[in-house]
């Protein structure tokens, strides 16, 4: 297990790399320059370049670049908050993201796991179409479009919920993000539980342990959700990029004070050096994710510890 | 005949066969397989409901924008914010065209519709806040969404599946690097990749295919490679071998006929994440310019006006949650069939 994990540590690290190598070229191809102004003379601007560094050559600056966001300096934000280091306005803002988006995957999961066990074991007709009919909506539907509806149902006609985020009670009004989010993982994860269950359900062992006389709550628990936890595990990381992409639009739209709303306010005021540094931040975020994911899939699957490879 | 009855060859047995027996040979395998597949699926009746639902649809983009007898983007600023009024229902009390507002002197349910004096012009879903009519832009929209959905994925298909079989038949070196150098790539997140390519192009329809290219055929090569890689050392493929069968005839004759139905399946999951990501870029602010229409910049439309009008939503996301559900039912049933 060292080695493998050796391994994708450094495989890791090597994409964060290249990474930054691509955010840095697209800061030196995007238009426009920070010293535009025509009243200053060719020497106020080569003295200016002097005194940001600019002047060295590109390779000098991006080991410069590297150096300073690895330490985490992420530069200062334009035209949002003026000359405020983005690493405060990230710092303030990112636990409401990672809140937000935690309780999405946990409820969801929680939500999904225990649907696709129910229905995979008392295998109903009236059931199963049910089930199938919510899985489809909870896949098919993006997440802005629950968001809409909860806005305009839970919000405005009946008046349950706040229809935009609200710092004295910050977990009442989080409920319609959390609940517009977590639809969707419900979905995903109720689907792939129900076909692994299904397929356990139907082994030797699961029939052992029904004729020796079980309880069905013990079966269920000890046998079936374990056993069907592994390709949970696997859908998980593809969740967490559908998450991240929809905290965008859902922090717009509830008006959320977290990343995403920051990454779209700097997008929409063309605040670059914001978007780069949250571009970082995010890629960071989910290699991280990706690596931890991987060491849980190692350590409930044996079989890729010995070197095989997660299908 | 009994065991010990021995085989005489005869010279005919070492004649090879001739052309006509190889195309009937070959040509029955293939078609049996398709009809198979094709009864499989026809016979669940869900994917046939999701192919009726996507038929409709294209259709509807078709023609959809012209049977209103309204331009998507003509203007008629006086005629702004009218609520949908239907031929047949307005007789009936519903859909007349009226709708309830909520001012601060409580709620008023006016009709535009009586107010302007229109008697014999119906906007089904409606008008917007410049008069132009909902109807046509809804399929307008779907229209451009489409394509541009459809474009990126078939991009992402001939990229995706060269670049997966590529790695999955040569194996070794070759697919460790095509590999690594996949790790790398897919490792960073779409909504970075897509955002700040959009930040650099200009805003509009082949930025926005570029940007969904870029993320899209990872998973395409992917599917191609595990599906080559189940493939190749099949009997048939070894006996291609064998007979002297180079490469190119063995990776498009052999082997890509046997993975198409993974690969169809594919398509059908990647036009509703197309379709999803153009009305996200649209949400964010980098999607298609003011001006033209797509799913996503009526939805943040829509989205805008929500709590006033509501009707300007709904059609919009009725449409897209309909090609949603269509393309995933398709999808479902294309993998059923396979198995």
Request: neutral net charge; hydrophobic residues 50%; charged residues 15%.
């Amino acid at each position: 297990m060292g080695r493998y994990l050796r391994k994708r540590i450094l495989i890791s690290i090597a994409i964060l790399f290249v990474i930054l190598l691509v955010l840095f070229l697209l800061m030196q191809l995007m238009p426009g320059s920070p010293f535009n102004d025509a009243k200053l003379s060719e020497e106020q601007v080569a003295s200016l370049k002097e005194s940001y560094g600019l002047d060295q050559p590109v390779i000098v600056q991006f080991f410069r670049y590297i150096g300073k966001m690895l330490r985490g300096d992420l530069g200062v934000s334009y035209s949002i908050s003026p000359n405020t280091p983005i690493t405060t306005l990230i710092a303030n803002r990112f636990p409401v993201t990672l809140r937000i988006g935690f309780f999405s995957l946990i409820i969801g999961t929680a939500a999904g796991l225990t649907l696709g066990l129910i229905t995979a074991f008392f295998r109903g007709r009236v059931m199963k179409l049910i089930f199938n009919f919510f899985t489809l909506i909870g896949i098919a539907v993006p997440s802005y479009l629950f968001a809409i509806f909860f806005s305009w149902v839970l919000g405005y006609k009946w008046n349950v919920f706040p229809l935009l985020y609200d710092f004295r009670s910050p977990a009442f009004s989080s409920v319609m993000p959390i609940l517009a989010m977590s639809l969707s993982v419900m979905a995903v994860i109720g689907q792939f539980t129900k076909a692994e269950a299904e397929d356990v359900i139907k082994s030797d062992y699961v029939l052992l342990a029904k004729c020796s006389g079980m309880k069905s709550s013990t079966i269920i628990i000890k046998y079936i959700l374990r056993n069907s936890l592994i390709p949970v595990i696997t859908v998980m990381a593809s969740l967490l990029v559908s998450l991240l992409t929809g905290s965008l639009v859902i922090e717009k739209m509830f008006s959320v004070p977290g990343i995403g709303g920051l990454l779209t306010t700097a997008i929409s005021s063309n605040d670059y050096s914001v978007v780069i540094a949250l571009s970082f931040v995010y890629s960071a975020l989910y290699i991280v994710v990706m690596l931890i994911l991987d060491i849980l899939y190692c350590v409930v699957d044996p079989r890729v510890r010995l070197g095989g490879k997660p299908s | 005949m009994s065991e010990n009855a021995v085989y005489i060859p005869a010279d005919a047995d070492f004649v090879p066969a001739g052309e006509e027996r190889k195309v009937l040979a070959s040509s029955e395998t293939v078609t049996g397989s398709k009809n198979d597949m094709r009864k499989r699926f026809f016979a669940q009746k869900s994917a046939v409901v999701g192919m009726v639902i996507l038929v409709l649809l294209t259709v509807l983009a078709v023609i959809g924008p012209y049977i209103s007898g309204h331009g998507y983007d003509d203007q008629q600023l006086e005629r702004a914010n009218l609520a949908p009024r239907v031929p047949v229902l307005a007789s009936m009390g519903i859909l007349d065209g009226s709708e309830t507002l909520n001012k601060t002197s409580g709620e008023v349910t006016v009709n535009r519709y009586e107010e302007l004096g229109i008697t014999d012009e119906y906007y089904i879903f409606g008008t917007d806040s410049l008069g132009r009519d909902m109807f046509a832009r809804a399929f307008m929209g779907l229209r451009i969404s489409l394509v541009i959905a459809l474009a990126a994925t078939v991009i992402n298909l001939v990229i995706g599946m060269n670049y997966g079989i590529i790695s999955g038949y040569f194996g070794g070196m070759t697919d460790i690097i095509m590999q690594r150098v996949i790790d790398v790539i897919g490792s960073i997140p779409t909504l970075v990749v897509v955002t700040l390519l959009m930040l650099v192009l200009q805003p509009g329809m082949g930025s926005i295919i570029l940007a969904l290219m870029l993320s899209g055929w990872i998973e395409m090569s992917h599917i191609a490679r595990a599906e080559v890689l189940k493939v190749k050392e099949l009997e048939y493929v070894q006996a291609a071998r064998t007979l002297g069968a180079g490469h190119m005839h063995i990776i498009f004759r052999e082997i890509m006929p046997n993975i198409t139905g993974k690969l169809v399946t594919q398509i059908m999951l990647s036009i509703p994440a197309a379709v999803f990501l153009e009305a996200f870029l649209s949400f964010v602010g980098l999607g298609m310019p003011a001006g033209s229409c797509s799913l996503g910049t009526m939805l943040t439309d829509g989205f805008s006006n929500v709590l006033l009008h509501s009707y300007k939503l709904l059609p919009t996301a009725a449409l897209m949650v309909l090609l949603m559900i269509g393309c995933h039912l398709v999808a479902e049933g294309l993998k059923k069939a396979a198995e």
